[in-house]
């Protein structure tokens, strides 16, 4: 690059007596013979120190570091798919006894040893479960339906929560019957179609309860009858606006966050978005 500018610089003003000196005076064989082992021991050392060196150090990083996580990440989803471990191992229960019990719950101290083999004490809070519906209204728009949310005050938050429906089980009660059950008492609603969602655990560390979900679709309207110490609002509020509010987090109940955000994603590969 340097030489061609310094060509383009010298050709331009040039006369036309000093291009025949210059090609006179670079034909004479005294500046010739001086010229030519200049450019002889000038031009292989710098051809062998550019190449070789280049070559090498190009090639082989390439190569590597386009091979290495190539193989890892198809290797990560293959590990992942084998998690089918037999769950029925339990651990071996010592001595239970109750340290508490109300209407709701009771709270036991287990002296046990685990699947492991350690030997531990564990507080475990026990509930009959609990169940929770996502009412939907898709009469309207099927990728975008209704959902019911209720307001209410809870004392263990300290603040009003926006949440689905939910209620605890009676003992030995079906799931279905008492979501059924807690969906009319709540909102009024009725549902004439219902299909399970999820089943889970909120707090598996101290917390025995296990929350069912389920979906009721066809609703039809009724008169709510929540039971004495609840003071429930509810109102429908479309999907899309629901997940919103959870991305904002104007939502932060549990139960509503696993439902709703499990239910749109399930939704969005139905309708292939």
């Given amino acids: 690059m340097p030489k061609v500018k310094k060509a383009v610089k010298a050709a331009e003003p040039m006369t036309a007596e000093a291009a025949a000196h210059e090609i006179a005076t670079a034909v004479k064989p005294k500046k010739a013979k001086a010229a030519k082992p200049r450019i002889a021991k000038a031009a292989k050392p710098k051809k062998a120190k550019a190449t070789k060196p280049k070559a090498a150090k190009a090639a082989k990083p390439k190569a590597k570091k386009a091979a290495k996580p190539k193989g890892a990440k198809a290797a990560k989803p293959k590990a992942t798919k084998a998690p089918n471990a037999p769950v029925e191992q339990k651990a071996e229960l010592l001595s239970s ?13 287990d002296r046990l040893i685990e699947p492991g083999g350690r030997e531990g004490v564990r507080d475990v809070v026990r509930h009959h479960g609990s169940v929770v519906i996502l009412a939907i209204d898709n009469t309207k728009s099927k990728k975008n339906p209704w959902v019911v949310i209720e307001r209410q005050y809870r004392h263990a938050a300290g603040r009003f929560l926006w949440e689905l429906p939910a209620g605890k089980l009676d003992p030995g009660e079906d799931a279905l019957q008492g979501a059924q059950r807690e ?10 179609k219902w299909k399970p969602l999820v089943e889970y655990y909120p707090s598996p560390g101290f917390l025995g309860e296990s929350m069912k979900v389920f979906v009721a679709e066809g609703l039809v309207a009724g008169d709510a009858h929540p039971e004495d110490d609840e003071r429930i609002e509810f109102r429908l509020v479309k999907l899309s606006q629901v997940v919103k509010l ?15 955000l499990l239910f749109a994603h399930k939704m969005a590969g139905k309708h292939g978005k």
């Fill in 183 to 192: 969906l009319e008492e709540e909102t009024g609603y009725r549902a004439k």
């Fill in 97 to 109: 006894e109750v340290v508490f019990e109300g209407p709701l719950f009771r709270v036991l101290r």
């Fill in 246 to 260: 959870i991305e904002k987090g104007a939502i932060l109940d549990g139960k509503t966050l696993t439902s709703v």
